[in-house]
């Protein structure tokens, strides 16, 4: 069941002195400035391969290229300063997902490390999400979200995929998602265009309710019953803080320099 919560959600977002980049604060420690996370966990390639129970936060960026493993020895069996594939922390879900390497295995739009996601069997989704820690987010807060995306000429132009999306989903804590929040860029025939598409961007924002109990951001397609690839890269993901919590970023700014 969709819970419907009125939202109204900005068309266009101007961009300010306070916007955070949400990309750049990410780290793999459960610190104050981190905002990425997985609630459910995620795959860890260390130690011989493990499932890391969630929530986690997680080390990503918006193009997948790889990470530095934090000074608490994070992931799990990783030692500070190893070299973290571009993929781990972030939900490649679908048929089939992994990091690309575009130049070789796609058009070579994106030049380097990508996203790549196939899927084609009708009722299949695949593509790429990350969390954001609701508890660090207050109500009126912005959210806004962009990416990049293209299907390979060989391997999905001209084939009717399924409809691209990108989208910044609120959940309520029964787990229901919210309607009506006009978060969300459809397009039902990317695949008929070759080349580079940009979702979302200023086409919509979310405004955060405050009392979510899950948000997620994610961009990636429908399978119906067409077999072909997205490539995803050149994520932007930015928090604008509500009025309210400037001030309470401002005083915590404030603390911190008193403390050092």
């Known amino acids: 069941m969709m819970k419907s919560l009125l939202i109204v959600a900005a068309t266009t977002t101007v961009a300010s002195a306070d916007t955070i980049d949400l990309f750049a604060t990410s780290s793999w420690e459960n610190n104050s400035d981190s905002y990425l996370m997985q609630s459910g966990g995620y795959w860890n390639p260390f130690g011989g391969g493990q499932w890391m129970g969630g929530p986690h936060y997680v080390s990503v960026n918006g193009g997948f290229e790889s990470v530095v493993a934090g000074d608490g020895a994070l992931p799990a069996g990783a030692n500070p300063g190893d070299t973290i594939d571009g ?59 962009s990416v990049d995306i293209y299907t390979p000429e060989n391997d999905g132009v001209g084939r009717g995929l399924g409809e691209a999306y990108a989208e910044i989903n609120g959940f309520d804590a029964d787990g229901n998602l919210y309607a009506d929040t006009n978060s969300r860029d459809a397009r ?37 019953g067409n077999w072909g690839a997205m490539f995803i890269d050149n994520m932007s993901l930015t928090l604008v803080p509500a009025p309210g919590a400037l001030a309470l970023l401002g005083f915590a700014a404030v603390g911190r320099r008193r403390r050092k």
């Open 188 to 224: 039902p025939n990317w695949s008929d265009t070759a080349g580079i598409q940009t979702l979302g961007g200023n086409l919509f924002s979310y405004t955060v309710a405050g009392d979510e109990s899950r948000i997620e951001v994610n961009v990636g397609f429908a399978g119906n």
């Open 87 to 145: 993929w781990v922390g972030w939900n490649l879900y679908g048929g089939q997902a992994w990091q690309a390497d575009d130049a070789n295995e796609g058009d070579g739009l994106f030049g380097s490390a990508a996203a790549k996601v196939w899927a084609g069997n009708p009722g299949d989704y695949a593509g790429a999400a990350i969390d954001i820690d609701v508890s660090k987010l207050n109500a009126g807060d912005i959210l806004t979200f």
